[in-house]
């Protein structure tokens, strides 16, 4: 491990269910992820990508192993000291969105300037320049059922970079867009890493997104390789 590592994840294991319904999601996953890497997770669905990113973010405990973000330990770490790195360090995407529905898409972009204590002036340039990178410049007044998928989907990816965080986790961050878009929302993420020396690691299954990558993870049946 390099003095670098942002995220460190070693030997995670987590089981779902009981009996002839038991589901081994993850198995023996170990992954690092330094300042300034892209780092793409590909593998077919249900082969534990999101059981990953949850442990990695703290919204999830492994039955094995642990999960460090920028050296604090989430793994048994407090309710309160899991939030509280989720909020200063950690910009997540959620596969599905996880938008605040009474909250317009500027009003989702913004929302994690305003829990930071960012003053006003800050907020509006950084929201603004956000919707403009996602390409919502025309839709930034529209709440999230007045929006497409794909739009949707771009207001979860703007929110999750407007604090400018150290680690990004995006689960599938492109899934409902095409390809041109999906190749511009990828390069807001990569102008993130290289400019901030963010650590991003992207659950995918784009060859567009995989292109863009510094190294891609394979995850199969919960085992990482490559
Ligand atoms: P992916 O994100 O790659 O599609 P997931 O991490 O969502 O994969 O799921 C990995 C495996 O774990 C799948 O077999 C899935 O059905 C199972 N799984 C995930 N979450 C749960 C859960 N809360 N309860 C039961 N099984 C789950
Ligand atoms: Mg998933």
């Known amino acids: 491990m390099t003095t670098d590592t942002v995220i460190r994840l070693e030997g995670l294991s987590r089981v ?3 009996g002839a319904a038991r589901t081994l999601a993850l198995t023996g996953a170990s992954l690092t992820v330094a300042a300034g890497e892209f780092v793409v997770l590909r593998g077919p669905s249900g082969s534990g990508k999101t059981t990953l ?7 999830d405990e492994p039955d094995e192993g642990a999960a460090w973000i920028a050296g604090t330990p989430l793994t048994g770490a407090a309710e309160a000291e899991a939030a509280r790195v989720r909020r ?17 898409a500027a009003e989702n972009i913004e929302l994690p300037l305003r829990v930071a204590g960012t ?27 007045e929006m ?11 929110r999750a970079l407007v604090r ?17 878009t999906a190749a511009s929302v990828i390069s807001v993420i990569v102008e993130h890493v290289r400019r901030d020396a963010m650590a991003a690691l992207v659950a995918s299954h784009d060859a567009t997104v995989a292109e863009r990558a510094d190294r891609v993870v394979e995850i199969h049946d919960g085992r990482l390789r490559g």
């Not at 990113?53 to 919204?59: E, F, K, P, V």
């Not at 998928?149 to 990816?157: H, I, L, T």
Request: aromatic share 4%; net charge negative; no cysteine.
């Open 53 to 59: 990113l949850t442990i990695a973010a703290g919204l």
């Open 88 to 104: 200063e360090v950690i910009g997540y995407v959620d596969q599905d969105f996880a938008l605040v529905p009474f909250l317009t």
């Open 119 to 145: 003053g006003a002036r800050e907020r509006r340039a950084r929201t603004r320049e956000m919707v403009d990178a996602v390409g919502l410049a025309d839709h930034a007044a529209q709440r999230p059922d």
């Open 16 to 18: 779902f269910g009981a």
């Open 148 to 158: 497409s998928g794909g739009q949707q989907q771009r207001v979860a990816v703007a």
């Open 164 to 180: 400018r965080p150290r680690v990004l986790l995006a689960d599938e961050p492109t899934a409902q867009l095409d390809s041109a």
